[in-house]
């Protein structure tokens, strides 16, 4: 009879305290020690759940771009790209898509002929809305495995190692600069 590998029961687990006095002086020979194949698998399951609950509508990616421009219409390709920690060339091929989608529109920026500003469309609007009570359910169903005060706990050790780690990334998560300082 061959395991499951969903059967958390035959899934290889990271030794117990007693076998390692701290998790820094492990070997690291379990796979499931690692950090990176811990998120990278969560990363798995959270598209497939993505997936799962909204279709085949909009992937995740885009769903980041049409709610940070959203929040920020008129921005550039680039500065959004940043704000959605993409690199630029994938920003661009995906705001393409997104267009052709009729979700947004990319205007030239007439004193930088090489950027282009985004404008999410009323298609677009009305998607992000009609996905609410979807994303609301892919929400619940990745932290499902979590009681109250956990789901708390995770999300805030989990913002905690995104922004203390992002400059370390090939594309850190940027910061929207604004043009007016604050007043007294």
Do not use: W
């Amino acid at each position: 009879m061959q395991a499951s590998p969903s059967d958390p029961s035959t899934m290889s687990r990271p030794p117990s305290a007693e076998q390692h006095e701290t998790a820094a002086e492990s070997r690291l020979v379990d796979l499931y020690e690692h950090p990176g194949h811990l998120l990278r698998r969560a990363q798995q399951i959270s598209v497939s759940l993505f997936h799962d609950e909204i279709g085949g509508v909009i992937t995740p990616v885009q769903y980041a771009i049409l709610r940070m421009l959203s929040n920020h219409p008129g921005i550039d390709q680039v500065t959004l790209a940043g704000l959605v920690a993409i690199d630029t060339s994938t920003g661009a091929t995906v705001c393409a898509r997104l267009e052709e989608k009729g979700l947004l529109i990319r205007e030239v920026i007439p004193h930088n002929r090489r950027q282009r500003a985004l404008r999410i469309t009323a298609e677009g609007k009305a998607l992000l809305e009609e996905l609410i009570p979807g994303l609301q359910q892919l929400r619940k169903r990745i932290l499902a495995p979590l009681n109250e005060a956990e789901k708390q706990q995770f999300m805030l050790l989990l913002n905690k190692l995104v922004q203390e780690n992002n400059p370390q990334s090939r594309a850190p998560l940027a910061r929207l600069q604004t043009d007016s300082c604050d007043e007294d």
